[in-house]
């Protein structure tokens, strides 16, 4: 079991689900990202839906929670989700927990793929599916997202917000800090307007959850950036400070869609920095 600080972490899987090869990767030509990542017969990539959970200090903190399953069948064929692979509420009965255990869900931003399991369709309409949880979402990024823009405007769904404003489960961050002993965020404004990763730390190791900051560990790559990213240019200067950020002090990263690698450590090459030491989170 992974430890940092007085946090047990697990890792949580929600299911597996598809994007373009090239909206993930933007410029980058498909000869290129398919060595990494090879795309289906409509030039899908498959992508995990990883989610992580903190048990400790009297809390169950939950980072992001997949896409749920209010997606119709329509959208759900575009997507191709899969929860053969495995399902938000299966991963956490493995993990021995259940909904009703997690004090706080910490969003790292709205997109449906990232929130939509933290609420389900009720007899009158959506309600949180975390019942004595808070919900932690970035203020900036809250106003964003219910008024978005053409680009994002698919990806932001009312039904994934609306129920935690009306049942009071709430709570708007102001910037980045402490959320938690152990637990900080860091803003980032290049995919999305305020987007939060989160960081575990102790004395000894510190953990991101590098959300969709880095997709993949493929997107280490200075200008791999995807289409999806409203500001592009922010992101290849936000990814090239975190980055050095992290070499620098040792951190290591939790990737959310990468279908392979759960753990990496960043490091310094002659071609750049790039990912080794990947692993399962046990292994931390």
Known sequence: MARIGSYELHTIETGRFGLDGGGMFGV??????ERHIRPDDRNRITLALRCLLLEGDGRVILIDNGIGAKLNDK??????????HSELHRSLDQAGFCAADVTDVVYT?????HCGGGAATGPNGPVPV???ALYHVQRAHWEWAL???AREAASFMKENMEPLERAGQLHLADGPGTLFPGVETIVVHGHTEAQQVVKISDEERTLVFVSDLLPTAAHLRRAWIAAYDVRPLVTLKEKARFLEDAVKGGWHFFFEHDPVTIVGTPVRTSRGIAVAEERPLEEL
């Open 28 to 33: 980058v030509p498909r000869a290129l990202w």
């Open 75 to 84: 959208l759900a064929s575009i997507y191709s989700v899969d929860y053969a």
């Open 109 to 113: 931003h709205l997109h449906f793929d």
């Open 130 to 132: 975390f019942e004595n």
């Open 147 to 149: 008024h978005p823009n």
